[in-house]
């Protein structure tokens, strides 16, 4: 009986060295065959007892049993192992490969409208949005805008022929959004206006016929020039950086007084205008039913466009809007 287990062991141990199919064949015959240890042994039955021959030909065929099922499994590990080698040999790509796009990302012009938006939410503004078709109500008598001014007239507006009962027009500035949250919001009121407008400007390298401003607003009680003045050089810091500095100059606007232009310093030490800014006048808070006795604000406005231009140092506006992509992949 330990003679049989020694040999089912090294059976067992021979199996498991096996690494392909043919060596498992040679082991095979030399375990199972008939030259094979355990068919000697069973030869030598008849010499036994009978008492002594049962016992021996059970623990023969326990044996013989135990050995076959050690190579059954090595056999069907090594058939499973062939068959993923011969499968992979035998592979072929039939899916369908579709070059994959280069990923896309925002706009350039979209990208300074977000970090806009950004810098002034953290300073306490929210976002406020209007309709890019406005009355002439909007677009210019509520913001003071007198029937005589050169801006009302067809060489600085688009107009829209929708015929009576008021003049319609696609808006030149964001403005009006500033009027429609006056009507519509009690103060205090801070907010500020991104989005697309409309002139009648040629294209060139400056300007655009359609193009994006985004303008603030901010009413309150003991609103006064220098809360304008702080709030532009803290955007302009956060904006450009710490070392660009910021200047007021007089200037005229019919919706502020006083009013001014706001430059901001180049390294060169030259000053390049940014943009339009003032109190509000009181004949606009009056038109919105705000009482300029009591309630105070300032304005502000400039191009998106024209900042990313200055921001990224382009020598053409035009090319914001010519969707050349070898242009538009350097942002």
């Known amino acids: 009986m330990t003679d049989y287990k020694e040999l089912v062991d090294a059976a067992s141990a021979a199996v498991g060295n096996a690494t392909d199919l043919a060596a498992l064949g040679a082991l095979q015959a030399q375990f199972l065959g008939k030259k094979a240890a355990i068919n000697a042994a069973k030869k030598q039955l008849g010499a036994l007892d009978p008492d ?21 499994d090595r056999r ?3 058939e499973q192992a062939a068959r993923l080698v011969q499968l992979e040999a035998e592979r072929l790509d039939l899916t369908e490969v579709w070059p994959r796009p280069a990923r896309g990302h925002a706009h350039l012009v979209t990208q300074a ?14 976002v406020a949005e209007g309709p890019e078709v406005e009355s002439a109500w909007y677009n210019f008598e509520a913001l003071n805008i007198p029937d005589w001014h050169p801006a009302r007239g067809s060489f600085d507006t688009i107009f829209v022929n929708l015929g009576e009962p008021e003049e319609v027009m696609l808006r030149s500035h964001t403005s009006p959004v500033q009027v429609r949250t ?5 103060p205090p009121i801070y907010i500020v206006a991104p989005g697309r407008t409309f002139r009648t400007d040629a294209a060139d390298a400056t300007h655009l016929p359609a193009f994006n401003q985004i303008e603030g607003l901010v009413i309150d009680k003991g609103i006064t020039m220098g809360d304008l003045a702080g709030t ?9 950086g710490e070392e660009v500095k910021t200047r007021l100059r007089p200037s005229y606007f019919p919706f502020t007084e ?6 901001i310093s180049r390294d060169d030490g030259s000053w390049l205008e940014l943009g339009g800014c003032g109190m509000v006048h009181p004949n606009v808070l009056r038109n919105c039913g705000i009482d300029p006795e009591i309630w105070q604000g300032f304005a502000f ?3 998106i466009d024209r ?14 809007v010519n969707n050349d992509v070898r242009f538009l992949r350097q942002f």
């Open 182 to 186: 006056m009507e519509s919001q009690e």
């Open 76 to 78: 069907d590990s090594l």
């Open 232 to 240: 532009i050089d803290e955007f302009v810091r956060t904006f450009f």
């Open 52 to 72: 002594q021959r049962a016992t021996a030909g059970k623990a023969i065929n326990e044996a013989r049993q135990q050995i076959e099922a050690v190579f059954s």
């Open 258 to 263: 006083p009013s001014a232009e706001f430059d």
């Open 113 to 126: 409208r977000d970090r806009l938006e950004d810098v002034f939410v953290a300073m306490g503004f929210t």
């Open 301 to 303: 406005g400039f191009g």
């Open 307 to 320: 900042l990313a231009v200055m921001r990224y140092q382009l020598d053409d506006i035009r090319e914001l």
